[in-house]
């Protein structure tokens, strides 16, 4: 009989649980969307209650596929990061889920930046300094919201905050704690000189604990809900960015996982804590033994929509990229910085705005599309250069998200790096990453290296293979050079702006 692992990835619009087999392969995927409240102060947060019942309404449609509950061996998750929520003192939510998008807290990111500690801090937790981090969040709350600071008795995340409602149990694994800000990446402690400069106590947070972690004996009455079989154990897993390397076969660092959607990330895996000199890139834990490097950009495709929406006809997507590919490489030196939400890496700012430079009246509106694509490559690139400063270059790279479905914009990517770059058959990157650490925790494979072997892995067929067009790779080394003198500029041009 088939064993079956249910990988649960609770993600920033939606939760998605799937039905791995042990070799790799995905049976059937269920989704549960949810909102997220914005407004123009910098909210954006989201209530933990849809999320939770998210969670249980896509576990149960797992279950009730095709007789999966008598196959079942275990459950496990993937997570967005650097979510916040305030428990009160009988665990009850006093916030909604404070999102890696909310920049509320801006003000005490770039103060942090701009202090003593802040580079202390980082080369401590491999968190850069920015808004979407708890521990920013957490000082803004202070700061800002005192009466509710002090009411908060546990600062928790969405997935342990779900992990506490099914088990009762406050506890958070290594991953999604080494994007807090808190947590110590070399140590695998809640780090006490920060706690100490926020004036928190470790008692205010979940016990920190391994990925690979198992919880059995699940509330009776979600028990009697989802029909589970007595004792099925629950890994309670890691990050989606860091899984999703595991669940591409990127687990050492001569491979990279590119993955552009509304937003983007370039990331490595490597066996040792890399920090940047100047804080570019982040250095996150897979599992013990296992970090990640890399860098998260929040404008990717979100870029592409608000560009189609500025047209008379809302234009269609397909129509965007046919304007793009009337214009030759290079935008006839137009350029675009894509920072129009602020940026993570390589920027880390809050408050980065994005620009236009070296327009003229020879310039049409075409140009500006194809400049906006480029741009968005160009700060992936930009990245790129970052982590490779700190190990050598990846001798492939591994690309998933959206923008796999566009041959003008993968060529386009694959151009710019000056790359190679495969595309993969599978769209489940972080949910089987968290089937192969159930793996692992269930002493099914003995490492993550093992996990090469996966049958899913080894059908190479199912995989696309880009190479750059010469022509336009050498053009693009000298647009990217560029590219990162006028970051500068726009650095200027903000700091001008917010002044």
Excluded at 203 to 228: D, H
């Amino acid at each position: 009989m088939t064993s079956l692992i249910i990988s649960i990835d609770i993600g920033t619009t939606s939760t998605k649980s799937t039905i791995f087999t042990t070799t790799g392969h995905a049976l059937a995927s269920f989704y549960q969307g949810y909102p997220m409240t914005k407004d123009g102060g910098g909210r954006a947060t989201q209530d933990p209650e849809s999320i939770f019942q998210g969670v249980l309404t896509t576990l149960k449609n797992a279950l009730d596929f095709n007789n999966t509950r008598e196959k079942l061996i275990a459950v496990t998750f993937s997570s967005a990061m650097h979510s916040l929520i305030g428990l009160d003192g009988n665990h009850q939510p006093l916030t909604p889920v404070i999102t890696w998008a909310d920049s509320r807290a801006n003000q005490w990111a770039e103060q942090l930046k701009n202090s003593p500690q802040g580079p202390t801090f980082y080369q401590k937790t491999g968190t850069p300094l920015h808004p979407m981090t708890p521990l920013s969040k957490i000082m803004w709350l202070k700061q800002e919201e005192s009466d509710l600071y002090h009411q908060i008795k546990l600062f928790t995340s969405i997935k342990e905050y779900i992990l506490y409602r099914l088990f009762n149990t406050h506890l958070v694994d290594y991953s999604i704690a080494s994007g807090t800000g808190l947590f110590n990446i070399h140590s695998l402690t809640w780090d006490q000189d920060i706690l100490s400069f926020l004036e928190l106590s470790e008692e205010r947070l979940p016990k920190a604990v391994p990925p690979t972690t198992q919880l059995t004996k699940i509330n009776k009455a979600y028990q009697k809900q989802l029909g589970l079989p007595d004792n099925i154990p629950f890994v309670i897993g890691a990050s989606d960015g860091a899984l999703a390397n595991l669940g591409t076969n990127c687990i050492s660092s001569e491979k990279a996982n590119l993955s552009i959607g509304t937003s983007a990330a370039l990331r490595y895996t490597v066996r040792s804590p890399l920090l940047h000199q100047t804080g570019e890139t982040f250095c996150y834990l897979l599992d013990e033994g296992y970090w990640v490097i890399g860098g998260a950009a929040n404008n990717g495709g979100m870029i592409i929509d608000w560009a189609r929406q500025l047209t008379a006809n809302d234009m269609s997507y397909d129509d965007f990229m046919a304007k793009v590919e009337k214009i030759p490489a290079g935008s006839d030196n137009l350029f675009f910085h894509p920072y129009l939400s602020g940026e993570r890496a390589p920027i880390w700012s809050g408050d980065i705005r994005g620009s236009f430079t070296g327009l003229a009246l020879s310039h049409t509106d075409a140009h500006l599309m194809r400049a906006i694509l480029e741009g968005i490559c160009f700060n992936i690139a930009d990245i790129f250069q970052a982590l490779n400063s700190l190990t050598a270059q990846p001798i492939k790279i591994c690309a998933s998200g959206g923008f796999s479905h566009s041959p003008t914009w993968k060529q386009m990517m694959a151009d710019i790096l000056g790359q190679p770059i495969t595309f993969p058959k599978t769209h489940e990157s972080s949910g089987l990453g968290a089937m192969i650490l159930a793996l692992k925790s269930l002493g099914l494979i003995a490492n993550y290296e093992e996990s090469n072997h996966l049958a899913v892995f080894q059908d190479h067929s199912t995989e696309e293979l880009l190479m750059p067009i010469k022509t336009n790779q050498q053009l693009y080394v000298k647009q990217l050079i560029k590219y990162q003198q006028l970051k500068e500029l726009t650095k200027l041009q903000t700091t001008i702006l917010t002044d």
